[in-house]
């Protein structure tokens, strides 16, 4: 870690999490792409290696609370800290509220993983 700050992206693997990540990366940050294709995360991370970026990749769909949790212990783990949280994952409203009981324990994980940002 160049400067000694790790972030997580998440929905990294296109779009503005992957505009997001590539920023954060050329300034030494580590950056982990959260994709829930793990395939296209890892086709997004080497486009980022090969620009001279730290990158690694983590499965992760945002209406899974389950990934919530093993993306905290991911960090936790590796890690034991997380400097930077970036959500660029797209999901619809609705289909987030339908989720409701995952989505009491997205909040949660979220929380989590904010706590590991101290
Ligand atoms: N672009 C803008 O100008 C703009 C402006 C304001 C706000 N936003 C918001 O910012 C977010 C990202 O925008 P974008 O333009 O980058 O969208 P995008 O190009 O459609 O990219 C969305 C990213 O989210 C991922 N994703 C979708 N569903 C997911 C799920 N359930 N779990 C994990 N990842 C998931 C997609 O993965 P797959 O490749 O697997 O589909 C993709 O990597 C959206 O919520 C958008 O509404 C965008």
Do not use: W
């Not at 590796?78 to 009491?104: E, I, P, V, W």
């Amino acid at each position: 870690m160049e400067n000694g700050k790790v972030a997580f992206i998440t929905g990294a693997n296109r779009g503005l999490g992957l505009e997001t990540a590539r920023e954060l990366g050329k300034q030494g940050i580590v950056v982990v792409l959260g994709s829930r294709d793990p395939k296209k995360g890892e086709a997004a991370a080497v486009k980022l290696r090969d620009e001279g970026i730290t990158a690694e990749t983590l499965g992760f769909d945002v209406t899974k609370s389950q990934d919530h949790q093993k993306a905290y212990d991911y960090f936790a783990k590796k890690y034991g800290r997380l400097d930077r949280l970036r959500c660029c994952a797209k999901h619809s409203r609705r289909t987030f509220l339908r989720l409701s009981h995952s989505r009491k324990n997205c909040c949660r994980s979220y929380a989590k993983l904010r706590q590991a940002e101290s």
